[in-house]
C-alpha cells in the first residue's frame, strides 16, 4: 500500500523567505509526527498531532515553526523568515496511535 | 543532554559474520525501544521493537536485545549482508518520560558497511 508521501522532495531557498513543506500520511493513521535531521545529527522531534487532540508544539525551534493538519490527514509544516540554521531534512511520520512510526522520505531544505 | 547515545559513529564488518550495534539511554521512563535504518536520501524504515517488559526480540537475522538495569540495547545482525550497509537509528518513547507521548527520541546513528 501507498507509504508516508512528502512534497517537495527538495526546495532551495534564501534566507528570509517562507518555505512550506507538506505530508501525505498513510490513509487511517491517527498520529502524525514532524522531525528534522541537520547535518551529522540524529533526528530531532519537532511536532506531533493525534487524532483532533491539540498538537504538541514542544519541539518546534522557534515560533517562526508552525504546523498544521487538516482534516486529520494532511499536514503542512511552514518555516517562516527562513535563516541557514533551518537546513536539515524535515521527515514526517504516521502511525495508528502509540504504534511503530512510518517515516516519509523526507524534504530536503537548503537555505541558501 | 542526549537521551540516547550511540556511541559508534560507524561500524565496518564482514559478509557472512554479525553486526553488534549499541545504544545507551538514559531516562529510565523510557519504555519502548526501536531501531530504523536508513539508505541515503531516504526516510527511516522501521526494522525491530523491544518493550521494557522483554529483554529479547527476535526477527529473522535481526535480534534486539534489551538490559534495562545497564539501560543498554544493541542490535544483532546475523548473518551481515552487504545489502545491509546502512546508517541505523535507536529510537526510545515511553509515557510520561517527560516528553511528548508517543514522540520517539533519536540517537545520532551508526553508519554500518558490510564487506564482501
Known amino acids: 500500500g501507498a507509504g508516508v508521501s512528502q512534497s517537495p522532495s527538495n526546495k532551495v531557498t534564501e534566507k528570509g523567505k517562507d518555505v512550506e513543506l507538506r505530508c501525505d500520511p498513510i490513509?487511517?493513521?491517527?498520529?502524525l509526527y514532524w522531525y528534522r535531521q541537520s547535518l551529522g545529527q540524529g533526528l530531532e522531534f519537532l511536532i506531533y498531532?493525534?487524532?483532533?487532540?491539540?498538537?504538541?508544539k514542544s519541539g518546534l525551534p522557534s515560533d517562526r515553526f508552525s504546523a498544521e493538519r487538516t482534516g486529520g490527514s494532511v499536514s503542512t509544516l511552514t518555516i517562516q523568515r527562513t535563516q541557514q540554521e533551518d537546513s536539515a531534512v524535515y521527515l514526517c511520520?504516521?502511525?495508528?496511535?502509540?504504534?511503530?512510526?512510518?517515516f516519509g522520505p523526507g524534504t530536503r531544505l537548503l537555505v541558501l | 543532554d542526549q537521551q540516547v547515545k550511540q556511541n559508534s559513529p560507524s561500524l565496518s564488518v564482514q559478509e557472512g559474520r554479525i553486526s553488534i550495534l549499541n545504544c545507551d539511554y538514559t531516562?529510565?521512563?523510557?519504555?519502548?525501544f526501536l531501531w530504523y535504518k536508513k539508505y541515503p536520501a531516504e526516510g527511516p524504515t522501521f526494522l525491530i521493537s523491544?518493550?521494557?517488559?522483554?529483554d529479547k526480540n527476535e526477527d529473522g537475522r535481526f535480534t534486539v536485545f534489551l538490559n534495562k538495569s545497564a539501560k543498554h540495547l544493541s542490535l544483532h545482525i546475523v548473518p551481515s549482508q552487504p545489502g545491509d550497509s546502512a546508517v541505523y537509528f535507536c529510537?526510545?518513547?515511553?509515557?510520561?518520560?517527560?516528553?511528548?507521548?508517543?514522540?520517539?527520541?533519536f540517537g545520532k546513528g551508526t553508519k554500518l558497511s558490510v564487506k564482501p
Open positions: 511520520a504516521s502511525s495508528p496511535m502509540w504504534e511503530t512510526q512510518y
Open positions: 490513509s487511517g493513521h491517527t498520529a
Open positions: 498531532f493525534q487524532g483532533n487532540s491539540a498538537p504538541d
Open positions: 531516562n529510565s521512563m523510557f519504555d519502548y
Open positions: 523491544i518493550s521494557s517488559i522483554k
Open positions: 529510537a526510545a518513547s515511553g509515557w510520561n518520560y517527560g516528553g511528548s507521548q508517543g514522540n520517539l527520541i
